[in-house]
Structure formats: C-alpha cells, structure tokens
C-alpha cells in the first residue's frame, strides 16, 4: 500500500496528496492487447466508467514502467500496454467485500469488455495482490520491471512461476501466476470441469447478465484459477479450503489416513459439487489469498512439490531443491508434500501447517458452516441401495412386448442394432469378469462404412494423454480410482433453491428433503431401478425417448425438441431423477431415439437452462454393448445407465462347455449379473485411466470422444466435440431403425445374423500375402545403380513390374481395390508426368532409410517370428523395433572388451553358423539385433548394454498395453 501511495503523489493523481498513511489502496493491472491507441482509449475510458462509486475513489492511471529492450524479439513483437489503476478504498467496507465487489466488476468489465470489441486482460485487481508477469523468463523479470527493484516495493509473501501455457499457444494473458494461484501440470479433468462451471453459472442469481465463470480460451491453470476465485470470493471460502477441495486427495476408504471427520467433509462436498470439485490430473499449485500462502500437489502425486523452512521462520516452496539457493545450515525443516498432500504458511500467525493441520482448519469450517455433526448429516442424506438383482416389473414388461410381436429376445436384439458377436461378447463378460481381449488388433471398418447401421457408440473413438499429462495404470494405481455415484438433489442445489426461497410444484424448496442414493458405479440393475423409482423422496420420472418410424427425419427432430421440453418441466415441478427411457420402443408404431442423443440434447439443453445441477440423468436403453458404451454416455452427462436389454441376456443364467474337458458348468443369474458390472466398471476405469482421470465426476459431461463420422445435425443436439469430416445426419438415423427393424421382422428363427463387415485382414488376403511372401518372386538385387535391369521374362515388359511377382499383384489388388474401410481407402494418388529413376533412390537406399519393422514385442510375435523379422530388415538395411518387451542379450553386437563364457558361447555360435546370425560374417556384428529398442518406464531389462546396442532409442511416454491386452490398443 505505502508504494502504491507514494507513486500517486509523485504522479499528482488526483486525491493523492491527501492520502493518509493509513489508508488502504486497491490497485489493479491491466494489459491492453490492442496496439491501436483509440482501442486503448475505449478500453481505458470503459474501465474507468465502471469502477466509479462504490467502496472506491478512482484516482488515476499509471504506466507501469519497463525495460523492453532485454525482451526477446517474439515477446516485444506481442507486448501489450501495461497500465495500473490506483484505487483509494473506503473504510466503509470490510476487506471481505471490497474483494467481492472488485471481483464482480472485473467479471462485469471482461463482458463489456468483449461486447465492444476490446482486447484486454486485467491481470489483477485487488486490495491484497498485485500481479507483474509476463512472456518473459525468469531471469528477465526484474530487469523488465522496475518496481520490483525499487526498496519501498515491499511484501509478505510472493508466488512465481516460471512455465508458459503448453497446451495454447503462450502470451501475455496466459503467463503465470493468475490472480490467486500458479499451476503446474496439466487438469486431465478440464472439459468436465468447464462444462460443469459452464452450467453452474447459468444457476447463478444473473446479477451480472450473460457473465460466465469461465473465461473462454484460456488455458487450464486459468481456468482452474477461475473457479478458486469465484469459492473464494462469492462463496466466502478460505484459500485453504477451496484448494483441498478443488483438488481432492483420494481420500475413498482412507479414514484412518485422514481422519473420519475429513473423510465426512470431503464425502460432503464431494455430494454436494460434483464435477466442480473434481480438478484432476498432474498438479504442482502454489496460491496466496494475499494473507495465506499454500503449496499443493495432486491425488497421485504426479508433480514435485518441495518445501525448506529457515531460521527466519520463512517458508520457500519450490519443484526442485535449490531453487532459493539456501544456505543448508540456515534450514531447520524441509520435504517434499507426498500424493495429495497441502503445506501452508499464514502471514498473520507466521504459522505453518502441515497436510494435517490443514484439513483440521477445513474441518472446523465446515463444522462452522453446516452444522458439528458432519457424519450424521452424511448419514441422513444418503441412500444406500442394497437391491441388485433382476425384477419382476422388467420381466412382465419384456414378456407383453415380446408376446405382442410374437419375437423372441434375439428378435428385439436385432431390433436395437445388436447382432450375434456382441451377444456373445457379452456373455464372455459374465463369463470370465472382464471383457474379452482382442489378440492383434481391430480391422473391422470404420464404422461410418458399415453394412450393419451399428449403434452411434461405435462412431466415437476414445483420446487418450500424452505426453506431459500422462494416463495412469488402473492395475496398480486403481486404489485411487472411484467411480461412486450420487443420484437426486444435491446439498448445493438444495441451499440454492432455499436461500431463494424458490417454489417448486407449490412447495416451498426448504420443505422438500435433500436425499440422494449413493450407487458403487454407474451401471443399475434392474431392481435397482425398481428402488429408485419407489424412494418418492428422489423425485423419479421417466421421459419416453422413442419417436414415430412413420414421421421419419422430422418427427424424429421434434422428439428431441420435445424430450427436452420434458425435462425442462419435470425439473421445474421438482424432478431429481429424470430416466431417459426407450422402453416403450416397438409398440404402436414408435422405436428408440438413439440413446446417445437423447442424453446428449437433454444434458446440453438443461445445462444452457441453469438447471443440469438439478436433477440427476439416468439412461435405460436397449443400445448399450459393452463398456465402451457406458462410458460415452457418462462423457455425455449420464449420472447413471441401466443396460437392461444387454441384462436380459444374462435372465436365467450361463451354462458353459469347457473347450478342453467338455466339463460343464453354469453361473446364476444373480452371478452373472455381478460379473457383469463388474467387467463393465473395469472397462470404465481403464477408459478413464487413459485420459490419466481417477473419479467418474472427473469425466462425466468431458465428451472424450472424437466422432468419425457425425454430421452438423447430429453436433447440434450433442455439443462442443470433434467431428472433422462430417457424417449421417437424423435422416440417416431413421434409415439405421427402418434396417434393423425390418432385418428383426424378417428373422425366421430366433438367432442373431452374424456381422457382414468387412475384416482388413481377412482369411483370403492373409493367405495371398502368404502366397506371395514365399512364391518365387524376381528378387531385386542391392544395388546403386539408378537404371538396374532386373530380370523379366518378356524383353519388352517394364523393367520395374517384372519384378513383382503374380502372387504379390494378387495381394495388392485386393488391398487396393477393397470395400472402403479407413478413410485413406477414399484417397487416390493423382495422375502425373512420370520421373526419370535417375530421381529416385536406388532400391538400397529406399530399404535402408524407409524400411522399418513395427514396434512390437517378442512376447507378442514369439521369439522366433521376432528374430526372423530382424534378421530380414537388416539384411535390406532397414531397422527393426525391439518393442517394449525388452530383447535377448545374445542378439546384441558382441562388445570390443567381451569376456566370460556367454559371450565366447555367443561367438563360437556365430561363427558356426555365420550365415543366419551375422553381418557379413563378423561375429561381433549380430544379424538379429533391433536397431531400434524402446524403453517403457524402465521395465524389460533395460540396462547400459540394450541401450547401447540401440542405433535409436524411443522412449514411450505413457505404458502400453498390459500383458496379454495388446490387441485393445
């Protein structure tokens, strides 16, 4: 305050000289991006305009003063106009709500801001914090701005972060620190997140109109910023608080870690925000309220967080050791914040506490907050369902259908897109508790090309982390996963409605119990349900989600339109659990609505609306396969699915053969049900593993998925994700349940027809690549010469074609001239004036710079095969890749200092059979060593001779497959 003070009265603002040692100023930085002055005029003029009255005197403008020259060239190419403007506040108000005010103001001049066109960033604007970044480095910083060598300039405490945005492109805006926290790492959870801030804000009292809490395009850690801010200042958290509980640690069964009344608080607002308190991913955040400083690290621990206390009682928090360049022997305490643990430092106290001591802080908050018994307010709002079986109301449902058309199960099956793969699959699942595993991949075709209509689930493909946010291992690190779901009226939504004094279906919002069901995944049985829709206190409905075949692509719109006029309603007359039905498919003339869409259009819809929170969207569809399935539909919005079609399968128990000893045995249906979910709930953690998330809150609403194949009438209804080609529309839906329905009509015995789709690597052009992989074949010889004549059986053919063999020409032709079935099949080389050979690479030198065996492991090939293609590679000298399977030591160069008996064992073999194992016959040079070896996470032996016997080294970022599942890829 006293430097801020005394550069008003050496700039003769206005008011300035009449400042009183005591009085307090409010100082906030703003980057004007514009480069034009009349933009920066307009800019300045409308900041000015809206912080006039209140709390505040306006006395003026600075111009920070800078250093551009020590800048590099693409920093100074982009450098905005940094300007501070001094506020001299009024002791009326409480510091509390001069932040508050402040902060609703910038919130109001960032929307006014962009409904006129303006580019500009206010960096801070606060009574507390000041905030001087920039694209700048570290060492660039001091020398950049002069304040910050000026003695006056003084402080309690200062974070700083030196990292860019890496996931947008750097600038000024997206520098760190923000206006409370910096981050490091990357929020896995992001789209989730947004999303759900996104819907939170539109249930806010609109006392700003049109103001969203997140700020579009900017980076994750200013997103996550955002939202701290917003606990902070509107929700009246402490600093601590809204970062414990915005980044949780896994806390799911570790009561006697944390501590039972921990465990009830974060059970609590785990309850109560949902995906608004599932921050999740690699993170390293240091943040101060101005009084408070606090250090953080993520639920599992994936960046460093250190922390050195000195003599002084100064707390340093740092990512790496020697960051201050202490003195060792000043340091009387230090460490490093283990998985989800906090450290913090209070300026006032000059205390600082530990991962516990904070939470007992949080604790007592809460305490103060919602009452002393946490765990008997957890207890009297939470459900537990113990129903887990098949019902009766399901089989009298199903048994009227059936009779009515006189089909069998198959016969519905067929009707809903299943065919008698998937029936099998599913019944492996109840079979072995897991999905079964594909051996070498998945060739089926796009499914944008499909002979079948297949369901929209098989249109999206999963993402998956790279690189700086890494997915997790859900084997090893599944302790820290949990895919526990809530269904009803959540506590935040309920002291919303109360704090308003809302009325909802002529009961006043503090009347109606707050009661949620708490489900260990979000798969249901049909009993489940069944309890769900008799516990009144949840608010059950169901919303039909069919349309009439006979309308076609406009009926099947305004069903859509109409769906979501329904839950509209049924939220506002006090609906919690809104089900979304395709049940009543296949009588009187109706069929299902695809149930990615319903849910899509109706999660999207309320979320504009403000009213996503409120209400809990389950999805009972006949579509639903296999995990993959669940999982679309929970990164579409579903809280919970009921897969009752793929349960029907299971009704009345498995009996299976064994292959080996005919043996048979069978599974209950309550046994197969279990196996069910529990393969499904696997699948569903290794999808979210992928994206590096550990809570279902994390990926419920993130849309994960990209589509191939869905066109902008289908974007429409389900939303902000990437579509880069286009696709079927809703007239092609119709057409999808006109095939299916006729092909279920036309079934003469009560058996699924099979998948026609066509397999890239089918048994016909598995056997003409073997054909043509051992005919005798004109082998072209290594050599350098640009024109070589290779031998050809009729002078006048082409020198190059009569090298090819009949049997490879056979191959190709059905490669080339195949069904469609990846997007590249759509592509032809266009027509062109040939180029002399002259032009190209000789033969040897396309073999060894282009030449390159895949990247798998011996484990996956067998040794033989393995050996075999290393050996045929080095001969064209190509590369071969080890895979991350490690490889055999008697396959490397033989060393210039070998010694011992294994390496004269490998040279007398060598020398024994100097035509398959070496080079050229020099024993030291190995015919069968990958040029090329991976490591994964240091596993396989990897030691100094593999690397060194490497001509290149991939490190892979993230593990692969795990043993035996390298076909899920």
Not at 94 to 123: I, K, N, P, V
Not at 639 to 654: E, K, Q, V, W
Not at 697 to 704: D, I
Request: glycine share 8%; net charge negative; proline share 4%.
């Amino acid at each position: 305050h006293a430097f801020f003070r005394e550069q008003a009265k050496k700039l003769g603002l206005p008011g300035a000289n009449e400042l009183q040692s005591s009085d307090r100023v409010a100082v906030g930085c703003v980057f004007f991006m514009d480069a034009e002055a009349a933009h920066r005029d307009r800019a300045r003029a409308l900041i000015t305009e809206s912080l006039q009255g209140g709390p505040v005197t306006l006395l003026g403008w600075r111009v920070v003063p800078t250093k551009v020259d020590i800048l590099p060239k693409e920093a100074r190419d982009c450098l905005p106009g940094i300007e501070q403007i001094i506020l001299k506040i009024d002791g009326s108000m409480s510091e509390g709500d001069l932040e508050r005010w402040l902060y609703r103001r910038r919130l109001e001049l960032r929307h006014r801001l962009t409904q006129a066109g303006l580019s500009c960033f206010l960096a801070s604007l606060s009574g507390r914090l000041v905030n001087y970044k920039g694209l700048l480095t570290s060492f660039h910083l001091a020398g950049f701005y002069d304040d910050l060598n000026d003695p006056s300039f003084e402080s309690g405490l200062a974070i700083f972060h030196r990292r860019y945005s890496t996931n947008t492109y750097p600038n000024w805006a997206l520098a760190q620190p923000f206006r409370f926290s910096c981050h490091n790492g990357e929020i896995n959870t992001l789209h989730t997140n947004r999303n759900a801030v996104h819907s939170y804000s539109r249930s806010l009292d609109p006392a700003i109109p049109g103001v969203d809490l997140h700020t579009p395009k900017m980076s994750d850690s200013a997103s996550l910023d955002e939202w701290l801010e917003h606990l902070i200042l509107e929700k009246n958290w402490s600093l601590l608080r809204a970062l414990r509980l915005t980044v949780p640690p896994a806390w799911e069964g570790e009561a006697d870690v944390w501590g039972r009344e921990a465990v009830d608080v974060f059970l609590y607002y785990r309850r109560a925000y949902g995906s608004l308190c599932a921050w999740d991913g690699p993170a390293g955040i240091i943040a101060t309220d101005g009084t408070v400083m606090a250090g953080l690290v993520d639920r599992m621990g994936l960046r460093p967080v250190r922390w050195f206390s000195d003599q002084r009682g100064w707390l340093y928090i740092a990512s790496e050791s020697g960051v201050f360049g202490l003195e060792s022997s000043t340091i009387v305490a230090s460490g490093q914040l283990q998985p989800g643990q906090m450290i913090a430092f209070d300026t006032r106290t000059s205390e600082r506490f530990d991962s516990f001591q904070v939470m007992n802080r949080i604790t007592s908050e809460a305490r103060a907050e919602l009452g002393e018994d946490l765990e008997g307010l957890n207890r009297s709002q939470i459900i537990v369902t113990e129903s887990f079986d098949f019902s009766t109301q399901t089989d009298e449902h199903f048994g009227k259908l059936l009779s009515s058309h006189n089909w069998s199960v198959d016969h519905l099956l067929q009707a809903h897109g299943w065919d008698f793969e998937r029936a099998v699959f599913v019944k492996d699942m109840a079979k072995l508790k897991k999905e079964p595993l594909s051996s070498m991949g998945f060739d089926r075709v796009l499914t944008i090309f499909s002979l079948e209509h297949q369901t929209l689930f098989k249109y999206l493909q999963q993402t998956f982390a790279e690189v700086t946010n890494p997915p997790i291992d859900p084997y090893r690190e599944g302790g820290a996963m949990s895919l526990t779901t809530y269904l009803g009226r959540s506590p935040l939504v309920y002291e919303q409605l109360k704090s308003r004094g809302q009325k909802i279906s002529g009961v006043k919002a503090d009347d109606l119990p707050c009661r949620q069901m708490e489900l260990s995944g979000p798969v249901l049985s049909d009993s489940a349900v069944e309890e769900i829709r008799r516990q009144e206190v949840l608010g059950y409905k169901v919303l039909s989600a069919v349309y009439p075949l006979e309308g076609g692509a406009t009926a099947l719109r305004e069903s859509l339109l109409k769906l979501r006029r329904e839950a509209e309603r049924a939220v506002h007359d006090g609906f919690n659990v809104l089900v979304l039905s395709d049940r009543e498919a296949f009588m009187d003339g109706l069929v299902p609505i695809p149930s990615l869409l319903s849910l899509g259009t109706v999660h999207n819809y309320l979320g504009d609306q403000g009213l996503r929170e409120r209400c809990s969207l389950v999805v009972q569809a006949g579509d639903i396969q296999e995990g993959h399935d669940v999982a679309c539909l929970v990164a579409f919005g579903a809280d919970a699915t009921h897969p009752y079609l793929m349960l029907r399968l299971i009704r009345n128990g498995l009996t299976f053969t064994e292959a080996d000893t005919k043996q048979e045995w069978s599974l209950t249906p309550r046994e197969c049900l279990e196996n069910i979910v529990a393969a499904i709930e696997d699948s569903f953690k290794k999808i979210l593993s992928k994206m590096g998330i550990t809570t279902i809150e994390g990926y419920r609403g993130a849309k994960l998925f990209e589509a191939v194949g869905f066109g902008p009438e289908l974007m429409e209804f389900l939303g902000d994700f990437p579509s880069r080609i286009g696709g079927i529309g809703l007239k092609d839906l119709v057409e999808d349940s006109v095939w299916r329905l006729k092909k279920a009509e036309a079934m003469k015995q009560p058996v699924l027809g099979r998948n026609r789709d066509y397999h890239a690597f089918n048994a016909k052009v598995r056997m003409a690549l073997r054909k043509a992989a051992t005919a005798g074949a004109a082998i072209l010889p290594m050599q350098t010469d640009p024109e070589p004549v290779r031998p050809s059986d009729e002078g006048g053919e082409d020198a190059y074609s009569g090298a090819i063999s009949r049997e490879y020409e056979e191959f190709t032709k059905l490669v080339n001239n195949r069904t469609p079935t990846v997007l590249r099949d759509l592509f032809a080389v266009a027509e062109s004036t040939p180029i002399s050979l002259s032009d190209v690479q000789s033969a040897k030198e396309i073999a060894a710079n282009h030449f390159r065996g895949a990247a798998m492991s011996h484990g996956a090939l067998t040794k033989e095969s393995h050996q075999d293609i290393a050996a045929g590679i080095n001969d064209l000298g190509g590369k071969t890749n080890s895979g991350e399977g490690g490889e055999s030591r008697h396959r490397n160069d033989i060393p210039e200092r070998a010694w011992g008996p294994f390496w004269e064992q490998v040279r007398a073999d060598r020398l024994a059979n100097p035509e398959q194992l070496t080079i050229d016959g020099d024993p030291r040079k190995s015919r069968l060593r990958s040029r090329i070896r991976q490591v994964a996470s240091g596993r396989f032996g990897v030691d100094a001779e593999y690397l060194m016997n490497a001509d290149e080294i991939q490190i892979k970022m993230a593990q692969g497959a795990k043993p035996g599942e390298g076909g899920q890829l």
